[in-house]
C-alpha cells in the first residue's frame, strides 16, 4: 500500500511515463446537508487490462491544498482464471468500481493509480476539483450521465463494506445503471443520457414546464447545434430528485474533443451541468 501510495505523489516515476494499465474516471459532486460534501467516484478498467489472472490494485486520494489526504481509498482485488477467460465475452466491458470520497469544502487535487503488480502494468488519473459548499435552497444537476450497454460492467464498492457505493443510486424506476467514464460518441448514434437533478422549490410540483437546453463547444469556445435531443422519460422519486432520460443524437460535427453544456429550467429555477466527450468519425456502411 505504501509503495503504491509513494506513486500516487511522483509524477516523474520513469515507470510510469507510458502508462501501460488505461482506466476510465468519472466524478460526480453530490451536494449534501453535512459538514463534508459527497464526490462521487467511478472507476472503470475495461476488459482488456484485465485478460490475465493475478492481483488488480486501485487507489484514490482526495488532497487539500496544504497536502493533507482528506480522504483515501485502497481497493486489492484478485482475477482468477475464470474471470480472465470472461474478458473474453464480446458483452462483458470490465470493472467499475463505485465509491465517493467525503470532503469539507475547499479545492483539491485527486490522484488515482491502478496497477497490476504481478505484469508491471500501472496508469494515473489527475484532476482539479473544487468543492462548494451546499446551499440548501438551491438545487443541483449532476454532469450528463451517458449510459452504458446493460449489464456490461460488473460492479465492485471501492471501500470494503461500503455497501452503498456512490453517494446517489444509479437507477431509474429501480433498475440499475452505469454511466460510461469515458464519453465518446459518433454522429448518427444514438445514446441514451440521463440528467438527474434536484430542486427543493419544484420537487413535488410534477406539472412544473420543464426547459431542456444543450450547447455545444469545442476548446476554442466555438459551438455547434449538438443534435437532437428528446425527452423520453421522467423518473421522479420521493426524494425530490427527477431524472430526465434523455435520446441524444449527435449530428455531423467535426471529430475532436468538446464541452456538452445541459440547461434544466423549471418555474423560476435553472440548473446547469457539463460534461466532456469526444466526437468520433461517422460510421461508414462496413463498419455497422
Not at 7 to 33: T, W
Not at 75 to 82: E, G, T
Not at 183 to 204: C, M, Q, S
Request: aromatic share 8%.
Amino acid at each position: 500500500q505504501f509503495e503504491a501510495a509513494e506513486l500516487l505523489f511522483a509524477r516523474d516515476q520513469p515507470q510510469l511515463k507510458n502508462e501501460s494499465l488505461p482506466f476510465g474516471v468519472l466524478i460526480l459532486p453530490v451536494p449534501s446537508d453535512s459538514e463534508k460534501q459527497s464526490l462521487g467516484i467511478m472507476v472503470q478498467v475495461p476488459k482488456a487490462a484485465l485478460a490475465s489472472a493475478g492481483p488488480l490494485e486501485v487507489y484514490g486520494y482526495a488532497i487539500s491544498t496544504s497536502g493533507q489526504v482528506e480522504d483515501h481509498f485502497a481497493h486489492f482485488l484478485r482475477l482468477d482464471a475464470d474471470a480472465a477467460i470472461a474478458s473474453s465475452s464480446s458483452d462483458w466491458l470490465g470493472l467499475s468500481f463505485a465509491g465517493r470520497f467525503e470532503v469539507p469544502p475547499g479545492p483539491y487535487t485527486l490522484k488515482f493509480l491502478a496497477q497490476r503488480p504481478q505484469t508491471g502494468e500501472s496508469g494515473m488519473r489527475f484532476f482539479e476539483v473544487s468543492v462548494p459548499k451546499r446551499e440548501a435552497s438551491r438545487g443541483f444537476l449532476l454532469p450528463p450521465l451517458f449510459l452504458d450497454t446493460p449489464h456490461g460492467w460488473s460492479t465492485v464498492a471501492l471501500k470494503s463494506g461500503d455497501l452503498s457505493g456512490m453517494p446517489i443510486e444509479m437507477q431509474l424506476g429501480g433498475v440499475p445503471f452505469t454511466p460510461r467514464t469515458e464519453i465518446n460518441v459518433r454522429p448518427g448514434r444514438r445514446e441514451r443520457v440521463v440528467l438527474i437533478a434536484y430542486d427543493p422549490e419544484t420537487a413535488k410540483d410534477p406539472a412544473v414546464d420543464v426547459d431542456i437546453r444543450s450547447t455545444l463547444s469545442d476548446d476554442s469556445g466555438k459551438q455547434f447545434s449538438p443534435g437532437s435531443i428528446i425527452v423520453e422519460n421522467v423518473v421522479r422519486s420521493d426524494d425530490g430528485r427527477r431524472s430526465y432520460v434523455l435520446g441524444f443524437t449527435p449530428q455531423d460535427i467535426p471529430p475532436g474533443e468538446y464541452t456538452l453544456r445541459m440547461h434544466i429550467g423549471e418555474k423560476t429555477s435553472i440548473l446547469q451541468s457539463y460534461c466532456r466527450l469526444t466526437v468520433l468519425p461517422r460510421e461508414s456502411a462496413d463498419n455497422h
